[in-house]
């Protein structure tokens, strides 16, 4: 197994044409494409998200909880909503 050559890239391409046909090409690489793109942006909001999360100073003493959320049930149904308790976690990551 060595090097590819001029011939083998030639011979793999004219297989994926065979394969996949010349109509289907443009549109796979386009979709390739728009995929890389979304995985970069979600990549980059999650490093973002790192970056901010981390406070430089601890939270001060007088601040409000958060409001309780609620979780809804189908429009219309209004005796399955509940309130949600959500753990609070005071730990430091």
Known sequence: ???LGPTEIILILVVVI???GAKKLPDMARSLGKSARIL???AKAMKDENKSSAP???PATGEQP???RTIQAAPGDVTSSRPVT???DTTKR
């Open 1 to 3: 197994m060595g090097r």
């Open 86 to 88: 959500e753990p609070t």
């Open 40 to 42: 970069k942006s979600e």
């Open 18 to 20: 065979l394969l996949f």
């Open 66 to 68: 958060p409001a309780q």
């Open 56 to 58: 430089a100073d601890p």
